[in-house]
């Protein structure tokens, strides 16, 4: 994957103050992500497809999101700052890249079953409570690459 107007050059260390605002840890395979590129757009059309649920039809509906841009790791600490504190996202959910529609990929970084696992959040389905949809679209990281197709821009 080639990415384009990545962020500054980070290291181990830049991580800590990121962990300490979302209140947990990032899994060691975003971080070795991160660490190589720091967020950016993609040079080719990121596609993937998954079954999301609305919760006021109670149907499921095939979807697909693209991938904007991944988040440059010193702006994650004010995305999910607006996006919690607005309950529109759990706690320590952090958002590591956006779709080309406004909506936001995140991470969980709860130390629970969840831990790793990357989830959409649907800016346009809500629960009872407000927040946005969120669906499961990949066990970890590393599957959510490796699920990535690339098209031609």
Same mark, same amino acid.
């Given at each position: 994957m080639e990415l384009k107007e990545c962020g500054k050059k980070i290291n181990t260390v830049s991580f800590f103050e990121v962990e300490k605002v979302l209140g947990g840890y990032l899994p060691e395979e975003y971080k070795a992500f991160m660490l190589e590129h720091n967020g950016g757009r993609p040079t080719k059309r990121l596609?993937? $497809? &998954?079954?999301? =649920? +609305? /919760?006021?039809?109670?149907? +499921?509906f095939d979807n697909e999101l693209d991938i904007y841009s991944f988040n440059k790791l010193e702006d994650i600490p004010? &995305? *999910? +700052?607006? !996006? *919690? $504190? #607005?309950? !529109?996202? /759990?706690? =320590? *959910?952090?958002?590591?890249? +956006?779709d080309s529609c406004g909506n936001e990929i995140l991470l969980c970084i709860a130390q629970n079953e969840k831990y790793g696992e990357i989830f959409f959040a649907d800016h346009e389905l809500f629960e009872e409570d407000e927040r946005w949809t969120i669906t499961k679209i990949a066990s970890s990281f590393t599957q959510f690459i490796e699920m990535l197709q690339e098209? #031609? !821009?």
């Amino acid at each position: 994957m080639e990415l384009k107007e990545c962020g500054k050059k980070i290291n181990t260390v830049s991580f800590f103050e990121v962990e300490k605002v979302l209140g947990g840890y990032l899994p060691e395979e975003y971080k070795a992500f991160m660490l190589e590129h720091n967020g950016g757009r993609p040079t080719k059309r990121l596609v993937l $497809s &998954f079954v999301e =649920h +609305d /919760p006021e039809t109670g149907q +499921d509906f095939d979807n697909e999101l693209d991938i904007y841009s991944f988040n440059k790791l010193e702006d994650i600490p004010d &995305f *999910y +700052d607006n !996006l *919690y $504190s #607005s309950e !529109l996202i /759990p706690k =320590h *959910y952090c958002p590591i890249a +956006d779709d080309s529609c406004g909506n936001e990929i995140l991470l969980c970084i709860a130390q629970n079953e969840k831990y790793g696992e990357i989830f959409f959040a649907d800016h346009e389905l809500f629960e009872e409570d407000e927040r946005w949809t969120i669906t499961k679209i990949a066990s970890s990281f590393t599957q959510f690459i490796e699920m990535l197709q690339e098209q #031609s !821009l």
